[in-house]
């Protein structure tokens, strides 16, 4: 099993993300406007990633995690929120890169609506 520790202040509050640009996209409008008082510390869980939105999977993850946490420090800078940003797979790297990888095991893909 995997573990990470993330020091955060325990006065503040906690935004867990599980992939890069979550946590921009939920809750990007209320972070910028200062709706939440006190330290901020927001967590991407799923930081490796080969994902990206205009190309799809990539077969570099190691440039395609550079960019994309690049990208959740610029918001985090510009919200005033420290980010954290944990090192576990998401489930393209663990699985494959189809829906039929992932959720082979776990749905009939017949059954989705």
Same mark, same amino acid.
Do not use: G, M, P
């Given at each position: 099993m995997?573990?990470?520790k993330v020091n955060v202040d325990p006065q503040g509050a906690i935004i867990l993300s599980p992939h890069s640009d979550d946590a921009a996209l939920s809750l990007g409008g209320m972070l910028c406007k200062?709706?939440?008082e006190g330290p901020i510390s927001l967590i991407t869980i799923f930081g490796r990633t080969n994902y990206l939105q205009k190309s799809a999977f990539?077969? !570099? &993850?190691e440039s395609v995690t550079t960019l994309r946490k690049?990208?959740?420090?610029s918001f985090a800078k510009s919200v005033g929120?420290?980010?954290h940003y944990l090192d576990f797979p998401e489930a393209s790297l663990r699985y494959g890169s189809s829906f039929e990888k992932v959720f082979?095991?776990?749905i009939q893909t !017949? &059954?989705?609506i």
């Open positions: 995997t573990t990470a200062k709706l939440i990539q077969n !570099d &993850d690049s990208e959740d420090l929120v420290k980010l082979a095991d776990k !017949d &059954d989705c």
